[in-house]
């Protein structure tokens, strides 16, 4: 998939080479002679903010203390990233009360996985490492009474927005949607899964359940994915979104720094999930990454050299660039062709055809109907789809 991009600054290069949580000697060296060339240390740290790194990037530029980086420059990073940190800290706290006042009291098996826990489990300071929300797995038939009492305790509806609190409208939601966001009474968003593939057959949820493995944060103890498993899902997921957050290249970093990481053990992984060429891509980028010039990296293959264009494409560029390569995408759960095979492309095809036909929670957010009767929404939906798309062709209607 060919994407254009220019030649990254010396802020993008710097933000590339600073996205581990340790640096070599030559990667130190390198660092200090883009922080020459560094225009302003204001745009740096927007960017940085933006690509969620900013703390993780001023604690390396605190240790490397470049002369060009004056005290006032150096306080004013200091102070962007402690508010960061804060927010992150906050994350990880709603992460443990969601278990306390949640999950246990249900008794509901679950693994977190990305975020906080990632940071939790495999960084040195987990408070580097800048989370949005929480993403947390659990079994579908489990779903709507977590849901209830999530209502109960305060929580309130994000995605669907219009999600009501009663039994019938929550199995509605979990019917219909993979994800269900809510905000949990401190502002943190909270995304109940109970699939992580968007229905593609590559990941079962009772199967990721049953191999779950406990992981202690302050004097909570939480469940997520095996190391090797996790490695090979966050090579999938953050390639279907074509590396375009830095602090996903940490992630990748972190893992494979980390005692439990066995690179055998990841590479058996992806082949029993059929990621193999994906695993090896991500690896050949990493190491890529790992220089000041990545795109004149030996390590490149053809495959690695699609990932690294893309991430730059979508780092130059922004959301814009990421969505105009999503709309390429071969499938939905891959970004690129070769990760997968022309009879799964064919697959994926269908389904997304025949998922057009069903009903989604706008459905029944416009006309509630009991579950006797909700069979009525697939003939109510293509109806709708016509008077919307009638609607965008003539808008003066």
């Not at 966001?181 to 992580?196: M, Y």
């Not at 130059?316 to 105009?324: C, D, T």
Request: glycine share 4%; net charge positive; hydrophobic share 40%.
């Amino acid at each position: 998939m060919p994407a254009h991009f220019d030649r990254p600054d010396a802020r993008l290069r710097l933000l590339i080479l600073l996205a581990r949580l340790t640096l070599s000697a030559a990667q130190r060296k390198a660092a200090l002679d883009l922080c020459r060339d560094m225009p302003a240390w204001d745009d740096l740290a927007n960017l940085a903010e933006r690509q969620f790194l900013l703390p993780l990037v001023y604690r390396h530029l605190h240790e490397l203390a470049p002369p060009t980086l004056s005290p006032n420059d150096a306080e004013q990073l200091r102070q962007r990233a402690l508010g960061i940190i804060q927010r992150n800290l906050l994350i990880t706290g709603e992460q443990q009360r969601l278990v306390a006042e949640l999950l246990e009291p249900l008794d509901i098996p679950y693994l977190f996985f990305k975020g906080p826990a990632l940071a939790a489990r495999y960084y040195d300071e987990p408070a580097m490492r800048s989370s949005r929300d929480i993403d947390l797995l659990v079994p579908p038939q489990r779903c709507v009474e977590l849901l209830e009492l999530a209502f109960q305790r305060g929580y309130r509806a994000l995605d669907p927005e219009t999600l009501t609190p009663d039994r019938q409208s929550l199995a509605f939601a979990v019917r219909t949607q993979r994800v269900v966001s809510l905000v949990s009474p401190a502002g943190v968003c909270i995304e109940f899964h109970h699939d992580i593939d968007r229905g593609a057959g590559i990941y079962q949820t009772d199967e990721l359940l049953e191999k779950r493995v406990a992981y202690r944060a302050g004097n909570t103890l939480l469940y997520a994915m095996p190391t090797c498993e996790l490695f090979v899902y966050i090579c999938l997921h953050h390639t279907r979104h074509f590396w375009s957050h830095l602090h996903w290249l940490v992630d990748l970093d972190a893992i494979q720094r980390h005692p439990d990481f066995d690179a055998a053990a990841a590479h058996a992984c992806a082949e029993r999930r059929g990621l193999a060429s994906t695993v090896n891509a991500c690896m050949a980028f990493y190491q890529a990454l790992a220089a000041p010039e990545p795109e004149h990296s030996p390590h490149l293959s053809r495959r690695s050299r699609d990932m690294l264009e893309a991430c730059l494409a979508t780092l130059q560029g922004g959301h814009e660039a990421e969505l105009a390569l999503r709309r390429r995408r071969p499938t939905p759960e891959f970004g690129f062709p070769w990760q997968t095979t022309a009879a799964y492309r064919r697959a994926s095809r269908v389904r997304g055809w025949v998922g057009r036909f069903q009903p989604e929670y706008i459905d029944y957010a416009l006309l509630p109907l009991p579950s006797g009767w909700q069979w009525l929404y697939y003939a109510i939906r293509p109806c709708r789809a016509l008077t919307r798309r009638g609607r965008s062709l003539w808008p003066g209607q």
